[in-house]
């Protein structure tokens, strides 16, 4: 389902200052090799203990998002199993120029989904700007889960307009996947709260920070250094 702001009034989500673009910049290419998307990588045991049963068509998850494009058009979105054999469900949804729109799909599990228990790659949620022919045919459904077995079994065919447009814009915020056959208010995080999340993934050691203990070998000279690390890494 679509949310859109309503053009009487400036009107933006209160996330817009935090927005990720996605952009052209001076050049553009349709190229059937090119592709513009914001796409997050989930690990499998963060979606297999959600408390969604994947294999369920009766079970479901709800993806909700803010999106805003300088070019009025229709865009896809995907979701994709990454265990087994990919599955791919992917929904269009459609954009007025430079408009705020909420969107919000519920989308069900499927009996042949694999999702493994581990911290390996799981699930993707992938927002698109633009695929090119590569990676697009007009036998992918949509709203429908279907295995992926050929690099074109991504989403239908995609119109070109916005790659075709010199600094076009794509505006992503808010987005949340949540259990459940409806979307709730985003959740806020702490920055502590954030911070230690990402740290799981990378965390860079300064200078006056590090626990340093060189030891001089006699002859390899090998040089030693301790990390005092503020989370466990994956």
């Not at 042949?112 to 036998?139: K, P, R």
């Not at 239908?156 to 010199?166: C, D, E, I, Q």
Request: net charge neutral; glycine share 6%; charged share 20%.
């Amino acid at each position: 389902s679509n949310a859109v702001c309503p053009r009487s009034a400036p009107c933006r989500p209160y996330l817009a200052t935090l927005s990720c673009r996605c952009s052209p910049r001076a050049t553009t290419s349709t190229a059937s090799n090119s592709y513009r998307e914001l796409i997050q990588n989930l690990e499998g045991q963060d979606i297999a203990n959600s408390g969604w049963n994947y294999k369920s068509s009766a079970s479901y998850i709800t993806l909700s998002y803010w999106v805003r494009s300088s070019v009025a058009q229709d865009y896809e979105a995907i979701v994709m199993t990454r265990d087994g054999t990919n599955r791919a469900y992917s929904f269009p949804f459609t954009l007025a120029a430079n408009t705020w729109t909420k969107i919000t799909e519920t989308i069900p599990g499927s009996a042949t989904n694999q999702i493994d228990n581990d911290n390996g790659l799981g699930l993707t949620v992938t927002i698109i700007a633009y695929y090119g022919t590569d990676y697009t045919s007009s036998s992918n459904a949509d709203r429908t889960w279907r295995d992926r077995t050929a690099t074109d079994d991504f989403a239908p065919v995609m119109t070109s307009t916005w790659a075709n447009t010199t600094n076009a814009t794509f505006d992503l915020t808010g987005v949340q996947l949540e259990v459940g056959s409806f979307a709730t208010t985003f959740e806020h995080r702490s920055y502590g709260d954030e911070l230690a999340r990402c740290q799981r993934y990378y965390y860079k050691a300064v200078g006056g920070l590090l626990d340093r203990n060189y030891n001089y070998g006699d002859v390899s000279r090998n040089v030693f250094f301790r990390y005092s690390l503020p989370v466990s890494l994956r």
